[in-house]
């Protein structure tokens, strides 16, 4: 029971700081560049890995959050030449970093824990038994509080530059009119993106951490108008979804990180139909009310 209790706090946790930053790449319709971000940032932890030869040296994670930097530089640089729009440029930056990774994995770093596999899933059941001990007193799973401590930095940015954050996601053009610097606002956005992902690796690995990011923000979106309900609402969702994603994952024994991000999906797609402003059928009905009252008029004419 305290097994199960430990995974869910490090679901939450995991989740709470993918979240906090997925509302700004949803609103601002960065999604795809966190994708590539989320894989291109394995080639980071690779190259640390190389230098240090330890998986849990803090090189890793300083490694991986440059190389999601670099990344982002990389797709702007290609973006602004003017001879291909973002898209395609995600798909020439992630699939070339992120297949270097596997390639240097496959032939170099096959016999240790840095496997393809774990790479790819990540296994939220492992990662509470590496656990933080300060005067013999056990304060739990280290992935827990490597997360938690990434959510605090990830809350103080927002909070801190709150208002810059908002005024350049709704209006790029009116925010560099008020001296605020976009460009240096999105790149710090993108370091607390590829920060964030290398944190959350291990739990989820590089697929699934774009459903944590991207799911509970966009229920948030579904279900709110103003920037502060949608965090809140996003936040809630995330502890929602690790909570009965976990219970379910251990009753089924199913992978843990894959059963969150399916109630995850389950739960967009209830907020997608049901949202009382934005709901699909709340559009059905009003389009279906707009057409008898034309339907109305005309027989009246």
């Known amino acids: 029971m305290n097994l199960l209790f430990d995974i869910t706090l490090v679901g939450i946790a995991v989740s709470l700081s993918c979240a906090i930053v997925g509302v700004f790449l949803v609103l601002r319709g960065s999604t795809m560049v966190s994708d590539a971000i989320t894989h291109t940032v394995l080639l980071g932890i690779v190259l640390g890995f190389f230098v240090t030869h330890d998986l849990d040296s803090p090189l890793l994670m300083v490694g ?3 190389i999601g930097v670099f990344t982002v530089w990389l797709i702007e640089a290609l973006r602004s030449t003017g001879l291909v729009d973002q898209d395609a440029a995600i798909g020439i930056v992630f699939p070339l970093l ?38 013999g007193m056990d304060l739990g799973p280290t992935a827990f509080w490597r997360s938690m401590i990434i959510f605090v930095i990830n809350s103080l940015f927002i909070a801190i530059f709150y208002k810059e ?25 993108m370091t607390l993106v590829s920060l964030t992902s290398v944190g959350a690796f291990e739990s989820v690995g590089s697929i699934l951490v774009v459903g944590f990011m991207v799911g509970p923000a966009l229920i948030g979106y579904l279900l709110a108008d103003k ?30 990180a894959g059963v969150i991000a399916v109630v995850t999906g389950i739960v967009v797609f209830i907020a997608f139909l049901f949202s009382p402003k934005k709901g ?3 559009n059905l009905v009003n389009r279906k009310r707009r057409q008898n009252a034309l339907e109305e008029e005309a027989h009246q004419l």
């Open 98 to 135: 992120f297949s270097i990774a596997i390639i240097l994995i496959t032939r170099y770093a096959g016999d240790v824990h840095l496997d393809v596999d774990a790479v790819f899933t990540g296994e939220l059941g492992f990662t509470v038994f590496e656990r933080v001990r300060w005067n």
């Open 227 to 256: 920037l502060g309900h949608v965090i809140t609402i996003s936040l809630i969702a995330a502890v929602f979804n690790s909570i009965v994603g976990v219970r379910i994952a251990y009753s089924m024994d199913l992978s843990y």
């Open 64 to 66: 991986a959050t440059l």
């Open 280 to 282: 699909a059928l709340r």
């Open 165 to 189: 954050l908002k005024v350049s996601t709704f209006d790029p053009n009116y925010a560099k009119s008020l001296g605020f610097s976009t460009i240096a606002i999105h790149y710090g956005l």
